[in-house]
């Protein structure tokens, strides 16, 4: 009877919808919590003369399977489960198998994810992805408690506490990595550069990030930012940054991009703005409505441009997201110096979209291209000056398996891999004298070219 009055339910409820209007939902690309759905309203025809689409039947059937697993979940599994444990379930399973950037989020993490843009939340301080299969930091955020632990962007996390990661999904890694502050959480981790596993254990603690982690004359009037995340204060920062430090005889600047996992994008493109004339496109979107196509331009409104200033951007592989929009709007208009390493290549569009009980869907809605047509997802940006960290040389990159296959080989030895990172000496920053360097060549060639 209950698995009977389930289907007759669900059926009844598809229908309603199936039924009446499949409208397009169009989406702002930088979606804030607060943010509502705006429709797009047609006229539909009488249900009676309307004829059932082979798409529609399509949906009819697999949703009559979907009751049918529901209803026995619900009378034969060996636990009881609340209806809303097994429909968030289902919703989990769903948005990750589209990608791994889609996401249902329970209450609880969506308003986690609302504070993390104000600049302040729990946890690590790690920018993490699935990447060829397997949980990847993209990069740690400065001055967390991963960043001071020594994880570095493309480690690979193999375990967390005592479950191996093999198929985990990005909803399920940061149930595990977040907590209370104060409490542990221990992690292994494929250094691929480095062809071995390490061991971490870190303490969460409530993240406080600014946006500028640095800002400072370098000499020769160099101006040096550091801008480690796009946060709602960052354009307010960045400015007041560039005022200080252009009162101090500023020319030219190098913006640090290493290590920088993105943000809002708005704010991404807000301080290309100040680099850029009025009405140059800045970067765009495609996705596969038409209503999700976006172009972002270099508006008027900034107090201060630096048009003719000498730039150079640092990228490696934990730039990320807005960093890449940044960077591949200041190189396809010829108004900065690329250097460093190949960016991550995250350059798809999430749109969050609140639902009525407190939870939200992360969905990938577009994807990002540069002013030239240049996809970012999965291509990155590539430097104009290709300047390698000095490290440790590269290994092969193994397979998925071959890695879980590595680490469940190996004995368990106590080893306090962290005071082994303590003891490695820091290398001089290479990238950042590259990039000294390629400044005062801009700037010697815009000397030489005037006379």
Same mark, same amino acid.
């Given at each position: 009877?209950?698995?009977?009055?389930?289907? &007759?339910?669900?059926?009844?409820?598809? !229908?309603?919808?199936?039924?009446?209007?499949?409208?397009?939902?169009?989406?702002?690309?930088?979606?804030?919590?607060?943010?509502?759905?705006?429709?797009?309203?047609?006229?539909?025809?009488?249900?009676?003369?309307?004829?059932?689409?082979?798409?529609?039947?399509?949906?009819?059937?697999?949703?009559?399977?979907?009751?049918?697993?529901?209803?026995?979940?619900?009378?034969?599994?060996?636990?009881?489960?609340? +209806?809303?444990?097994?429909?968030?379930?289902?919703?989990?399973?769903?948005?990750?198998?589209?990608?791994?950037?889609?996401?249902?989020?329970? +209450?609880?993490?969506?308003?986690?994810?609302? &504070?993390? *843009?104000?600049?302040?939340?729990?946890?690590?301080?790690?920018?993490?992805?699935?990447?060829?299969?397997?949980?990847?930091?993209?990069?740690?955020?400065?001055?967390?408690?991963?960043?001071?632990?020594?994880?570095?962007?493309?480690?690979?996390?193999?375990?967390?506490?005592?479950?191996?990661?093999?198929?985990?999904?990005?909803?399920?890694?940061?149930?595990?990595?977040?907590?209370?502050?104060?409490?542990?959480?221990?992690?292994?981790?494929?250094?691929?550069?480095?062809?071995?596993?390490?061991?971490?254990?870190?303490?969460?603690?409530?993240? /406080?990030?600014? #946006?500028?982690?640095?800002?400072?004359?370098?000499?020769?009037?160099?101006?040096?930012?550091?801008?480690?995340?796009?946060?709602?204060?960052?354009?307010?920062?960045?400015?007041?940054?560039?005022?200080?430090?252009?009162?101090?005889?500023?020319?030219?600047?190098?913006?640090?991009?290493?290590?920088? +996992?993105?943000?809002?994008?708005?704010? !991404? &493109?807000?301080? #290309?703005?100040?680099?850029?004339?009025?009405?140059?496109? &800045?970067?765009?979107? /495609?996705?596969?409505?038409?209503?999700?196509?976006?172009?972002?331009?270099?508006?008027?409104?900034?107090?201060?441009?630096?048009?003719?200033?000498?730039?150079?951007?640092?990228?490696?592989?934990?730039?990320?997201?807005? #960093?890449?929009?940044?960077?591949?709007?200041?190189?396809?208009?010829?108004?900065?110096?690329?250097?460093?390493?190949? $960016?991550?290549?995250?350059? $798809?569009?999430?749109?969050?979209?609140?639902?009525?009980?407190?939870?939200?869907?992360?969905?990938?809605?577009?994807?990002?291209?540069?002013? #030239?047509?240049?996809?970012?997802?999965?291509?990155?940006?590539?430097?104009?000056?290709?300047?390698?960290?000095?490290?440790?040389?590269?290994?092969?990159?193994?397979?998925?398996?071959?890695?879980?296959?590595?680490?469940?080989?190996?004995?368990?030895?106590?080893?306090?891999?962290?005071?082994?990172?303590?003891?490695?000496? *820091?290398?001089?920053?290479?990238?950042?004298? !590259?990039?000294?360097?390629?400044?005062?060549?801009?700037? !010697?060639?815009?000397?030489?070219?005037?006379?």
């Amino acid at each position: 009877m209950a698995k009977k009055k389930i289907r &007759v339910l669900l059926i009844l409820v598809c !229908a309603l919808v199936l039924l009446g209007s499949w409208r397009a939902v169009s989406l702002a690309v930088e979606v804030k919590p607060t943010q509502q759905r705006q429709e797009q309203t047609k006229v539909e025809e009488p249900a009676a003369v309307k004829q059932e689409k082979p798409e529609e039947k399509d949906i009819y059937e697999q949703l009559e399977l979907f009751t049918d697993v529901l209803s026995t979940v619900q009378t034969e599994y060996v636990e009881e489960k609340t +209806p809303k444990q097994i429909i968030y379930g289902a919703l989990e399973g769903m948005l990750s198998s589209l990608d791994p950037h889609s996401q249902f989020l329970e +209450p609880d993490i969506y308003n986690e994810m609302k &504070v993390e *843009t104000t600049g302040q939340f729990g946890g690590l301080g790690i920018e993490i992805t699935i990447k060829d299969g397997l949980l990847t930091v993209i990069s740690p955020i400065d001055d967390t408690p991963a960043f001071k632990a020594g994880l570095k962007p493309g480690d690979r996390i193999v375990k967390i506490d005592d479950a191996v990661t093999r198929g985990i999904t990005i909803l399920e890694a940061v149930k595990k990595l977040r907590g209370k502050p104060g409490t542990t959480v221990e992690l292994k981790v494929l250094r691929e550069k480095e062809g071995k596993f390490l061991d971490f254990k870190i303490t969460r603690a409530i993240i /406080k990030v600014q #946006s500028i982690k640095s800002a400072k004359i370098l000499g020769d009037n160099i101006g040096y930012i550091r801008l480690s995340e796009f946060q709602e204060r960052s354009p307010q920062d960045f400015e007041a940054a560039m005022k200080k430090l252009k009162a101090e005889g500023m020319d030219s600047i190098i913006i640090d991009l290493r290590n920088n +996992p993105g943000g809002l994008l708005g704010v !991404a &493109v807000n301080i #290309s703005e100040k680099f850029i004339p009025e009405g140059e496109l &800045v970067v765009y979107t /495609k996705g596969r409505i038409k209503s999700q196509d976006s172009e972002y331009r270099s508006k008027g409104n900034n107090k201060e441009k630096y048009l003719d200033f000498p730039i150079v951007v640092m990228i490696n592989e934990g730039s990320a997201s807005g #960093s890449e929009i940044l960077a591949g709007a200041l190189q396809d208009l010829k108004r900065a110096v690329i250097l460093g390493t190949k $960016s991550f290549g995250k350059g $798809s569009v999430q749109t969050v979209i609140p639902l009525k009980d407190g939870s939200a869907i992360r969905l990938t809605t577009s994807k990002y291209f540069t002013p #030239s047509g240049r996809t970012i997802h999965e291509k990155g940006i590539i430097p104009d000056i290709v300047v390698e960290e000095q490290e440790a040389g590269t290994i092969g990159k193994p397979k998925e398996e071959e890695i879980f296959e590595k680490m469940e080989k190996e004995l368990e030895q106590p080893a306090d891999n962290k005071e082994e990172i303590k003891k490695e000496k *820091t290398p001089p920053d290479n990238q950042l004298e !590259a990039a000294i360097n390629a400044i005062k060549a801009i700037k !010697a060639y815009k000397t030489l070219s005037k006379n």
